[in-house]
């Protein structure tokens, strides 16, 4: 069974609307944090919230938001007023497991976010 | 900062030579992970290390894979004999842990350009 599934291969969205892109995940861990990547069409991978498993507010970073829903066990990203910037590959990954800060992420299979003007 | 550093940027080669991928993490960085990103599997975990140890290596294909970490700055990822299925892009990322929150200690990812594979 997959650990992170991302149901949206592509998301369409206009300039400063705002979008949210799903991710689901499955733990037996009670432990665990959430992460969204960014990946433009240069390729280079960049962080942009975290939410961990027992933090009581969801998550914001500047036009960021994790909308997590621990009993449903997703972790949607929010994005608030699209800008044309923001086209990319965005993806979710989890990590298992507190007690292990280096272990490393798994991944969902990515959304593509086209942003127009 | 320079952030996590990638040699080469894009490596051709052909079937059945030796590939040697380089990456230099952050300073002060305690963990360094290699990853591969495919159309077909997406990101995948090959081997991380702590402290240039190897703590687990259960992502590497196969025996024509191996990885090392001399020291804290350096560290490298060899295929040989290449074959065409390990094209690939080849991420490095390290960390260290960030913050405690009230939930426990986590770690940002920090990655490299990535090192862009093709093996004819």
């Known amino acids: 069974a997959q650990k992170i599934t991302q149901t949206q291969p592509g998301m369409f969205v206009q300039e400063k609307e705002a979008v949210t892109l799903d991710c689901t995940y499955d733990?037996?861990?009670?432990?665990?944090?959430l992460f969204w990547y960014k990946q433009p069409s240069s390729g280079e991978m960049i962080f942009l919230i975290y939410q961990g498993s027992y933090d009581q507010q969801n998550a914001t970073e500047g036009r960021y938001s994790l909308n997590f829903q621990k009993a449903r066990k997703s972790a949607n990203l929010v994005i608030s007023a699209s800008q044309l910037g923001d086209s990319a590959m965005y993806f979710c990954?989890?990590?298992?497991?507190?007690?292990?800060?280096?272990?490393?992420?798994?991944f969902g299979k990515g959304t593509t976010l086209s942003v127009s003007s | 900062d320079a952030g996590v550093i990638q040699s080469p940027r894009h490596e051709v080669t052909e079937m059945g030579q030796e590939v040697t991928l380089r990456c230099k993490p952050i300073?002060?960085?305690?963990?360094l992970f290699w990853y591969r990103q495919t159309m077909m599997r997406g990101l995948e975990l090959l081997i991380y290390?702590?402290?240039?140890?190897?703590?687990?290596d259960s992502g590497m294909p196969e025996d024509r894979f191996s990885a090392k970490m001399p020291n804290a700055s350096f560290s490298t990822l060899k295929i040989q004999p290449s074959e065409p299925r390990d094209s690939a892009v080849y991420f490095c990322?390290?960390?260290?842990?960030?913050?405690?929150?009230?939930?426990?200690?986590?770690?940002?990812?920090?990655f490299g350009p990535g090192t862009r594979l093709t093996v004819l």
């Open positions: 990322a390290s960390s260290l842990v960030r913050r405690l929150s009230e939930t426990g200690a986590y770690n940002e990812q920090f």
């Open positions: 990954a989890m990590r298992e497991g507190f007690s292990q800060a280096g272990t490393a992420l798994i």
């Open positions: 733990t037996s861990d009670p432990s665990y944090g």
């Open positions: 290390f702590n402290n240039n140890v190897p703590i687990d």
């Open positions: 300073s002060g960085h305690d963990y």
